[in-house]
């Protein structure tokens, strides 16, 4: 089945460590987004990527890094930089470079720090 | 940036009944989408309707779109307990590369 995997679905994390949420989709979407979500609000963009080896910030940016070396993997680096990390993440795609129309979440990686 | 506001912000019903979620955003747009989200899971799309279309229904959803208000409706009739969720409306950014999220109605049915 095609579709959207996040890992790890838990992770904590010590102040002052870097840690790395994995997103992979093999549904041949050209577009990829991170979102972060806090508890009882709404999403907001971290970064996002129209085609491999390009992405744009997104409203959140500060203290994240992305990459996106493949068409299929999209890895977001929450840095020590970010000073309140702790939260839902969710990874998304759409088919085509633009957003015209459904998007498809992955189930999200909750980052704890300790 | 551009954001939709849902409103109420959380709604309680029975199971049966009918469950009217609004939504508003501030600048033009091409389209708006509904998702729900169970707790703790990932957002999954319900309906799509575009700016030139005023009202779209998929199974036991009604969607309206008023875009001379800015706003648009969920409606979700004869709930079901298992329709319990946060309903989140959606928005294309002007530039047509972001999608930007409410803060979400979240709805409890009671069975």
């Known amino acids: 089945d095609g579709g959207i995997t996040q890992s790890p679905k838990y992770l904590f994390r010590k102040e002052g460590q870097n840690v790395t949420l994995s997103c992979e989709q093999n549904?041949?979407?050209?577009?990829m987004y991170w979102y972060r979500q806090d508890p009882g609000q709404g999403l907001r963009l971290i970064y996002y990527?129209?085609?491999?080896?390009?992405?744009q910030k997104g409203d959140i940016a500060e203290g994240y890094s992305v990459s996106r070396e493949k068409k299929e993997s999209f890895p977001l680096t929450v840095t020590s930089a970010q000073k309140n990390p702790t939260a839902f993440y969710l990874c998304?795609?759409?088919?085509?470079?633009?957003?015209?129309?459904?998007?498809?979440f992955g189930e999200g990686s909750r980052l704890t720090v300790l | 940036s551009q954001q939709g506001e849902e409103d109420p912000q959380a709604l309680s019903i029975q199971e049966g009944e009918n469950a009217t979620m609004n939504c508003s955003y501030k600048?033009?747009?091409?389209?708006l989408q509904w998702y729900r989200q169970n707790s703790g899971r990932g957002l999954v799309h319900l309906i799509l309707?575009?700016?030139?279309?005023r009202e779209k229904h998929s199974g036991r959803l009604r969607v309206t779109l008023d875009t001379s208000k800015k706003s648009s409706s969920l409606l979700i009739t004869a709930s079901r307990a298992a329709d319990t969720a946060s309903y989140f409306c959606?928005?294309?950014?002007?530039?047509?590369?972001?999608?930007?999220f409410g803060a979400g109605t979240r709805l409890f049915v009671k069975a």
């Open positions: 998304a795609s759409i088919e085509g470079k633009e957003n015209t129309g459904e998007l498809f």
């Open positions: 549904l041949n979407h050209d577009a």
């Open positions: 990527s129209q085609i491999v080896n390009d992405f």
């Open positions: 600048t033009s747009i091409n389209n």
């Open positions: 309707i575009r700016s030139n279309e």
């Open positions: 959606a928005t294309d950014d002007t530039g047509g590369f972001k999608t930007i």
